[in-house]
């Protein structure tokens, strides 16, 4: 079984400048979150759907950062314009349920770097 | 507000050697989970604790759950290199009709051969 894959696994651009992040997740996965993690600091949660429903975006830092996921499969996260400060990684995760103990499975991440 | 502290930040060992790394809080968490994760790779679910004071044990991995479910900790026997990488804990909050996880900030193990 394919695990979470994510797309592109570097991205360097320019302040200002567009970028999109792609996440597939586990087939028949309903949840699929995104995280972050800046230079030095704690993964952060960013937001989480159920199948094509955000269920909590409370962690999405502005309104910079736009997350889709058309049918309930993969997810693309935006970031228009792009700052400095938006530079880290990026991990998708997904899971077939949400208990509290349930198993996320993660991708290997994008490295957003915004010079 | 860092809800999930660990410590030690940096950890560097022989292996061989026993090591402790601690996950502690303020607050009551009703699980945590320990993850690790490796270079260029995302973290990997390693266990779960969900009684306060359960011990579960994963071949040399010992986890525990405090008492009061605010702290927990791994201990690692006769650490080897393939134990390198960086350990997480992680925590449910719930929140907006679901749960969402805070992580700590990890402890980042380097074992020397």
């Known amino acids: 079984e394919a695990g979470v894959t994510q797309f592109p696994s570097h991205s360097v651009i320019e302040k200002g400048q567009t970028v999109t992040l792609r996440c597939d997740p586990i087939s028949g996965h309903d949840n699929l979150y995104w995280y972050r993690r800046v230079m030095g600091k704690e993964i952060k949660f960013l937001l989480h759907?159920?199948?094509?429903?955000?269920?909590?975006e409370s962690g999405m830092p502005n309104n910079r950062f736009l997350a889709e996921r058309t049918g309930g499969t993969y997810s693309t996260l935006k970031v228009q314009p792009a700052e400095l400060e938006d530079s880290g990684v990026y991990f998708c995760a997904s899971s077939q349920v949400v208990t509290g103990t349930d198993t996320q499975y993660f991708g290997p991440g994008t490295r957003l770097t915004v010079l | 507000t860092q809800l999930l502290e660990q410590s030690p930040q940096f950890l560097s060992i022989q292996e061989g050697e026993n090591l402790t790394v601690y996950c502690n809080s303020s607050s009551v968490f009703s699980s945590l989970q320990w993850y690790r994760q490796e270079p260029g790779e995302g973290p990997v679910l390693l266990v779960t604790v969900v009684t306060g004071g359960e011990v579960k044990k994963l071949k040399r991995l010992t986890f525990q759950f405090g008492d009061a479910r605010k702290d927990s900790s791994l201990h690692i026997t006769a650490a080897q290199p393939g134990d390198t990488g960086l350990y997480l804990c992680?925590?449910?909050?719930?929140?907006?009709?679901?749960?969402?996880?805070?992580f700590g900030t990890g402890t980042r193990l380097k074992v020397l051969a």
């Open positions: 992680a925590g449910p909050r719930w929140t907006s009709g679901t749960y969402k996880y805070i």
């Open positions: 759907f159920v199948k094509e429903s955000k269920q909590d």
